[in-house]
């Protein structure tokens, strides 16, 4: 199964500025998923969108993708300390259970 | 619901001992997966299994074996464990191909 590979590697913003991210895969997919991690937690769920979808909320996250050219994007709003975490797409391939991570994007919000 | 319960927390191992990793769901989640975390990485597959009796290879398999007798519990077994496996380690389960991922609080292996 493949791995969605995140952009940037890192992000640092201020308090109340926005923040995205972007991610982009290689083959066709049944839907893609943003994750958060917390320092040395488990990740958890933000979002997913399927394939047949464009655009997608969740309170202060926004989630865009573009099957055409294989890319997906997480827009988090206004963005609060507490946001400070790593964020990881995955992408699930058609057919395939097994859902693989790249490296994430670490994001710092300075408060 | 407690969702996934991995044990034990912390673990310390010198090389060539072995020892089982623990994970249960209580969510009746047919798909259950391990990976594990090296610092500032992302998630590597290890290994995944998509219902009871039935298990597959992740990206890096060597070294660990699995088993899934129930549909509850996902065991991650080290051989004979070394340095390189030094990590931490996650369990995840999901309802089905369209459902999220629902990860535990992983497990810290230090092999010394």
């Known amino acids: 199964s493949q791995q969605g590979e995140e952009d940037p590697q890192a992000l640092s913003i201020q308090e109340g500025e926005n923040a995205t991210m972007n991610c982009s895969y290689k083959?066709?997919?049944?839907?893609l998923q943003w994750y958060r991690q917390n320092s040395g937690r488990g990740l958890v769920h933000l979002i997913l969108?399927?394939?047949?979808?464009r655009e997608k909320h969740s309170g202060r996250l926004r989630v865009t993708l573009d099957t055409s050219k294989k890319s997906s994007s997480l827009l988090i709003t206004a963005s609060r300390a507490a946001d400070t975490a790593s964020y990881f797409c995955?992408?699930?391939?058609?057919?395939?259970?097994?859902?693989?991570f790249g490296s994430g994007t670490r994001l710092q919000v300075q408060p | 619901n407690a969702g996934v319960t991995q044990t034990p927390k912390f673990q310390v191992l010198k090389t060539g001992q072995s020892m089982t990793l623990q994970c249960a769901q209580d969510?009746?989640?047919?798909?259950m997966s391990w990976y594990r975390q090296d610092p500032g990485m992302g998630l590597r597959l290890i290994h995944y299994?998509?219902?009871?009796?039935?298990?597959d290879q992740g990206e890096v398999p060597n070294g660990y074996n699995v088993s899934r007798s129930t549909t509850e519990d996902f065991p991650l077994r080290l051989l004979s464990a070394a340095p390189s496996q030094t990590s931490v380690y996650f369990c995840?389960?999901?309802?089905?191909?369209?459902?999220?991922?629902?990860f535990g609080n992983g497990t810290r292996l230090t092999v010394t």
């Open positions: 995955a992408p699930r391939d058609t057919g395939r259970r097994a859902l693989t």
């Open positions: 969510m009746n989640h047919e798909y």
């Open positions: 083959t066709s997919i049944n839907n």
């Open positions: 995840a389960s999901m309802k089905g191909v369209n459902s999220p991922l629902h």
């Open positions: 299994s998509v219902g009871a009796g039935i298990t």
């Open positions: 969108i399927r394939s047949n979808e």
